[in-house]
């Protein structure tokens, strides 16, 4: 019998394996292979006051800092938007395995295979793993979007996702590229580019739900954008990511926490979310190092950033819905810097 009982080997996932399991007995089960956690198709940015705080070891020493970023653009049409920001892009891949690897180092025991939860007068009864079964006091949802123990509280919807398009691209010569810049021509479309070094980080997402031949679209959205950006550089990794777009949701029940991706911690302005799965996990840690509660667990997530996030969610909403959505992004630009 573990105490706790993680799904999923994310940032999330390992960021809580690596809190807890000095003091508590644990296992992160996760599908995949040892050598393939860390990978996600992702932004790879996250903003300082996130990782600076709530990351040990901190980046530098993990060696997975990309670049140092400082300003942020926001491209809407007419105007460009500029502010100051302390931010990093990492080397993902490099940064997840590191998290896993602590976990371990710290007594997570690793179960590699699909996680399947058998349940039992509404909470889960045990896991079934492989051809085996593994039981826990508490069950923590860290899978990402597909969710294996959320969903079955809470189903997933295309409208509840953004479908992502990304590519990894060497630096055009003579292009000098060292600020976060996003670019929103009109409403559920934007582009972003992110510098990684010598490399380029760009790609391009809608709403999951924008019809059929979505992923045909996207492509083609993103090499006309390039084009028109000068970014000519050979292309080096692409693929294809959903992001969760929605409002925040109780995150425990009975015996089961869902956080990171899975709990749909992401900002819903701008679809940041390894600083808030970071965020969500140490708050977690805390909960489940004491005596865990469900209803204490939501109160406190509600309490320090699902308020906020709601509140964003619904003013989002509503200028989507509206032609007051310019109005919208130029009212919550300073906001990006303090969420």
């Known amino acids: 019998m573990y105490d706790v009982c993680i799904i999923g080997a994310g940032v999330s996932g390992a960021s809580l394996a690596l809190n807890v399991s000095e003091k508590l007995k ?3 089960v996760e599908r995949k292979k040892p050598f393939e956690i860390g990978y996600k198709v ?34 809407i049409p007419g105007e460009t938007l500029r ?38 007068g509404g909470k889960v009864d045990h896991i079934k793993v492989n051809k085996g079964k593994v039981k826990a006091k508490i069950y923590v949802d860290a899978s990402g979007v597909s969710a294996v123990l959320r969903r079955h509280f809470l189903l997933n919807k295309p409208e509840m996702f953004t479908i992502c398009y990304r590519e990894i ?7 000098e590229w060292n600020y976060w810049y996003s670019y929103i021509p ?30 045909g679209r996207l492509k083609l959205f993103l090499s006309k954008f390039k084009k028109s950006k ?11 990511g959903l992001v969760p777009r929605y409002k925040p949701i109780k995150l425990a029940r009975g015996n089961i926490a869902a956080i990171g991706d899975a709990g749909f911690t992401v900002n819903p302005i701008h679809a940041s979310g390894i600083g808030p799965s970071i965020y969500t996990a140490n708050l977690l840690s805390k909960h489940l190092l004491s005596e865990f509660k469900a209803e204490s667990f939501n109160r406190d ?4 950033i699902g308020r906020k996030y709601l509140y964003f969610y619904l003013l989002l909403k509503t200028a989507e819905k509206t032609a007051l959505w310019r109005k919208f992004f130029k009212e919550m630009f300073k906001r990006y810097f303090k969420v």
């Not at 380029?200 to 992923?215: E, I």
């Not at 997530?301 to 320090?304: A, G, L």
């Open 83 to 120: 502010g100051k920001v302390k931010g990093y892009m990492i080397d993902r891949y490099r940064f997840g395995r590191r998290l896993f690897e602590l976990a371990l180092d710290k007594g997570c025991e690793y179960i590699m295979g699909s996680a399947k939860p058998v349940f039992k």
């Open 42 to 75: 992702c932004g790879d940015a996250v903003q300082g006051h996130w990782v600076d705080k709530w990351v040990k070891p901190n980046l530098e020493r993990m060696n997975v800092i990309l670049q140092l970023v400082k300003e942020l653009r926001i491209e």
């Open 230 to 240: 000068g970014l000519n550089g050979k292309v080096l990794e692409s693929g294809w």
């Open 26 to 28: 644990v296992c992160l």
């Open 169 to 175: 691209i060497k630096k055009p010569v003579g292009i």
């Open 301 to 304: 997530y509600w309490e320090r």
């Open 186 to 215: 009109r409403k559920n479309l934007g582009y972003w580019v992110f510098p990684e070094g010598e490399k380029l980080n760009v790609g391009v997402g809608t709403h999951l739900k924008s019809g059929l031949h979505v992923k």
